[in-house]
Each structure stands twice: as C-alpha cells, then as structure tokens.
Nanobody
C-alpha cells in the first residue's frame, strides 16, 4: 500500500522545537521532490519547504526561513522537518507530499509556491498537528 505517514507533532511552547517525520511505504521517495505544507484553522494550504531528490537543493518559504530545516534519509525512506524557534503562528496541520518537479518559484530572492489542494501532489499524507501555545 502506497502511503506517507507523518508523525512528531504535538503541543509545544513558543520558542520550542519539534521534529516531524514523514515515512513512506509502498514506494521509494528517492526520485521525488519532497514538500512540507501546512494548513492553519480556517486558512488554505501554505507551502513551507521543499527538497530535491538528491537532497542538495532545499527551498524554504520566508515564513520559516532560518527556523525550519528540511532533510531526507533514503535509507529510511523518510522525510524530516526540524522546527526550531516555534511561534504561535506556526500552529497548523502539517503534511508531507511528493512531486515529480520542483514546483517552487523564486522572486526577489524569495521562494514560493501556492498549492490549492493536496491532490495537486503525487502522494500526500494524513498530516500531523502542531500546536504552539503557552
């Protein structure tokens, strides 16, 4: 069965850290671009980070740049998101997803992509909730 399963979410205080994992099964992530997107209550999808198939290229949205780090481990067929210096506005459901191309654009030094729905991706998970609150 082809699936992506996110884990590692939870409740954390502002300034804290979490590490999200996205484990793939039924296929290998080796040939895919991997993305993290999130959705806050009452809002649309927000793209936050992407990594190339080799892991050499990473792109981050301005909202998380310098605080979040995307990485991948092909031996474990898993994608990660290390989140530091968390803020209340980072509260959202976090999803991992695969894409066959980058999909990320650059303008004035900032990276961006605006997915409207998870089904735009090749595979996506069920999400993990991150809540940042004191």
């Amino acid at each position: 069965q082809v699936q992506l399963v996110e884990s590692g979410g939870g409740l954390v205080q502002p300034g804290g850290s979490l590490r999200l994992s996205c484990a793939a099964s039924g296929f290998t992530i080796r040939s895919y671009w991997m993305h993290w997107v999130r959705q806050a209550p009452g809002k649309g999808l927000e793209w936050i980070s992407a990594i190339s198939p080799t892991g050499v290229l990473t792109y981050d949205a301005d909202s998380v740049k310098g605080r979040f780090t995307i990485s991948r481990d092909h031996g474990k067929n898993t994608l990660y998101l290390q989140m530091n210096s968390l803020k209340p506005e980072d509260t959202a459901q976090y999803y991992c997803a695969t894409a066959t191309t980058s999909r990320v654009n650059v303008r004035s030094g900032s990276y961006y992509y605006s997915p409207t729905r998870l089904s735009e991706y090749r595979h996506w998970g069920q999400g993990t909730q991150v809540t940042v609150s004191s």
